[in-house]
T-cell receptor
Framework: KQEVTQIPAALSVPEGENLVLNCSFTDSAIYNLQWFRQDPGKGLTSLLLIQSSQREQTSGRLNASLDKSSGRSTLYIAASQPGDSATYLC???????????FGKGTKLSVIP | SQTIHQWPATLVQPVGSPLSLECTVE??????LYWYRQAAGRGLQLLFYSVGIGQISSEVPQNLSASRPQDRQFILSSKKLLLSDSGFYLCALMRSGEAAFFGQGTRLTVV
């Protein structure tokens, strides 16, 4: 059964800093991995989806990578802004599975 | 573009009362539909998923049930709520190879 871990649970950085959020998963037979953003009291907003055949995806200041052999994914945020403050969740979908397994998230605070 | 409608946004219910949360989707057809629960201090827990009308898979044995009477409608129900049913309930859709898309959720407080 797929297990997803996100470390650290919380992160505080000054505005303008580049940062990396980490996600690890136990089953390397992963179909895809997705990064989400969640603002307090809100639903999840999809940021990036990486298929198993891909190594990275980019959208604006965000870059997500996937390394199946090591069971790791990272979300890189460039030039962080206070508006980036939110909880970031990663979720893996196993091959042949209909399910997304989520990590518990990293709560990011960007200090002006 | 696809849209998920969830209502109500917030709900306060007494212990032992029934529950019905509805999720409807627009802008897509034949999606896989999901109910997740997010409790304080815990991650997202998959409760039910459906790959088609009348097809329900339960991931966690509990006080809840789900139904999919139409392709774009997914309903979460309970006959008698427990305090432990409190949480943030999220409906999601996913099509093969595509990103999962979530609704805005229902905050349920059982008192």
């Amino acid at each position: 059964k797929q297990e997803v871990t996100q470390i650290p649970a919380a992160l505080s950085v000054p505005e303008g800093e580049n940062l990396v959020l980490n996600c690890s998963f136990t089953d390397s037979a992963i179909y895809n991995l997705q990064w989400f953003r969640q603002d307090p009291g809100k639903g999840l907003t999809s940021l990036l989806l990486i298929q198993s055949s891909q190594r990275e995806q980019t959208s604006g200041r965000l870059n997500a990578s996937l390394d199946k052999s090591s069971g790791r994914s990272t979300l890189y945020i460039a030039a962080s802004q206070p508006g980036d403050s939110a909880t970031y969740l990663c979720a893996g979908r196993g091959a042949g599975s209909y399910q997304l397994t989520f990590g518990k998230g990293t709560k990011l605070s960007v200090i002006p | 573009s696809q849209t998920i409608h969830q209502w109500p946004a917030t709900l306060v219910q007494p212990v032992g009362s029934p529950l019905s949360l509805e999720c409807t989707v627009e802008g897509t057809s034949n999606p896989n539909l999901y109910w997740y629960r997010q409790a304080a201090g815990r991650g997202l827990q998959l409760l039910f998923y459906s790959v088609g009308i009348g097809q329900i898979s339960s991931e966690v044995p509990q006080n809840l049930s789900a139904s999919r009477p139409q392709d774009r409608q997914f309903i979460l129900s309970s006959k008698k709520l427990l305090l432990s049913d409190s949480g943030f309930y999220l409906c999601a859709l996913m099509r093969s190879g595509e990103a999962a898309f979530f609704g805005q959720g229902t905050r349920l407080t059982v008192v």
